[in-house]
């Protein structure tokens, strides 16, 4: 079975700042998908990047960037220029290709500092 | 931008009620998932559903638990008899292919609350 793994219960930033969130998984399969997921106070489940396993290059989207070493089964999330608005809980997730179930990882809550 | 939408946004029930969670789907998507968190935990899977029949189910999702598409928008979970351990928030999500590739959309939860 899939495991997501984030080691880091909470990070701690300054706003402006870079803070960089550690994930890593464990499959078997070679084709799959990796996301990070934010949840605000608001509780809503929010889509921040997604990387495809087959891609070498690192996905980006604005501030957003990971850092996806498929060897190691790693799957980083940095995150640049803090903003308070960064200030949530971040969810790893991984699904194999044709798959229809998401696995989590327990989350790492950003505390972003004025 | 579509939105998955779910209501309630909080309902609180008693032990050993039924209780049944909504949701409406983004209209032109063909997959359906629902989700719980229990407070401080994983966020983890309960069921997909597709072409009006469940594909796939975890093992939390026992007998108490059933899933319907009533009619062409709604989206419905119903807990028969609730326990505490069902408290928890619910998210509901719609992907357009079901391969996942492009992660899902979730809806803004319900969190429910068994007294």
């Known amino acids: 079975a899939q495991t997501v793994t984030q080691s880091q219960p909470e990070m701690s930033v300054q706003e402006a700042e870079t803070v960089t969130l550690s994930c890593t998984y464990d499959?078997?399969?070679?084709?799959?998908?990796l996301f990070w997921y934010k949840q605000p106070p608001s509780r809503q489940m929010i889509l921040v990047i997604r990387?495809?396993?087959?891609?070498?290059q690192n996905a980006t989207e604005n501030r957003f960037s990971v850092n996806f070493q498929k060897a190691a089964k790693s799957f980083s999330l940095k995150i640049s220029d803090s903003q308070l608005g960064d200030a949530a809980m971040y969810f790893c997730?991984?699904?194999?290709?044709?798959?229809?179930?998401?696995?989590f990882g327990g989350g790492t809550r950003v505390l972003v500092k004025p | 931008e579509p939105e998955v939408t779910q209501t309630p946004s909080h309902q609180v029930t008693q032990m050993g009620q039924e209780v049944i969670l909504r949701c409406v789907p983004i209209?032109?998507?063909?997959?359906f998932y629902w989700y719980r968190q229990i407070l401080g935990q994983k966020v983890e899977f309960l069921v997909s559903?597709?072409?009006?029949?469940?594909?796939?189910k975890s093992e939390i999702f026992d007998d108490q638990f059933s899933v319907e598409r009533p009619d062409g928008s709604n989206f419905t979970l119903k807990i028969r008899s609730t326990k505490l351990e069902d408290s928890a928030m619910y998210f509901c999500?719609?992907?357009?292919?079901?391969?996942?590739?492009?992660?899902?959309?979730f809806g803004s939860g319900t969190r429910l609350t068994v007294v």
């Open positions: 559903f597709y072409n009006n029949e469940i594909s796939e």
């Open positions: 209209s032109n998507h063909l997959y």
């Open positions: 999500a719609s992907s357009l292919t079901g391969k996942g590739e492009y992660g899902y959309t």
């Open positions: 997730a991984y699904i194999k290709a044709a798959g229809n179930k998401l696995t």
């Open positions: 990387q495809e396993a087959y891609k070498q």
């Open positions: 499959t078997s399969e070679s084709d799959y998908y």
